[in-house]
């Protein structure tokens, strides 16, 4: 069976008939997973990424006949929930954390007590040097690094510049370097 573009999924869904809910259906296993994971990188906790990705879906659906298709489905889609999940993060930071030490100790504490991380101390240690890094870098680092986003589908869904992606790319490499060099983190 041939499998169906984003595009003729979003006219299923669009149509409002029986296909509709299994065009949708389509359309969540098809990037639930990528999604997760995107999430997941910014942060950190399982159970706050469940959450930013079943709101993600929310505004998906409802906003769905806004999307112009002039861009491509994943990066409107990756944009919503990188939306969602900055705007989660800042929340965060506002209610939990005093400052933003005591916030990305937090998180690296989850990091450790996560029963989802399976890495080793290596890993470990790449994780914590991210979690050092300005949060855009952090964002940028990740989906170029680890979902191997090429920089205009990256620059799609942050609205931004290559240009600017590829240099806040390079300082977050940089930096992680030296945090894994200085063998320490400090938080």
Do not use: C
């Not at 489905?73 to 506002?94: D, G, M, P, V």
């Not at 450790?112 to 680092?141: C, H, M, Y």
């Amino acid at each position: 069976m041939k499998k169906k573009s984003d595009e003729k999924l979003i006219t299923l869904i669009m149509g409002k008939t029986r296909k509709s809910e299994q065009a949708f259906a389509e359309l969540l296993d098809r990037y639930s997973e990528r999604l997760y994971w995107h999430v997941r990188k910014i942060l950190i906790a399982h159970e706050d990424t469940n959450d930013v990705i079943q709101n993600t879906w929310v505004k998906v659906y409802q906003n769905l006949s806004s999307f112009r298709q002039d861009s491509k489905f994943y990066t409107w889609l990756y944009r919503i929930a990188t939306n969602e999940a900055l705007s989660f993060l800042q929340k965060q930071k506002r209610t939990e954390a005093d400052n933003l030490d005591d916030y990305m100790f937090n998180l690296s504490q989850t990091l450790e007590s996560d029963e989802w991380f399976d890495g080793n101390e290596i890993q470990t240690k790449l994780q914590k040097a991210i979690l050092t890094l300005p949060e855009k870098q952090r964002l940028v680092f990740n989906m170029k690094y680890f979902d191997e986003m090429k920089y205009q589908d990256m620059a799609d869904i942050l609205e931004t510049s290559v240009g600017a992606l590829k240099a806040s790319y390079h300082h977050a490499v940089k930096k992680i370097e030296e945090t894994i060099k200085a063998d320490s983190i400090d938080y």
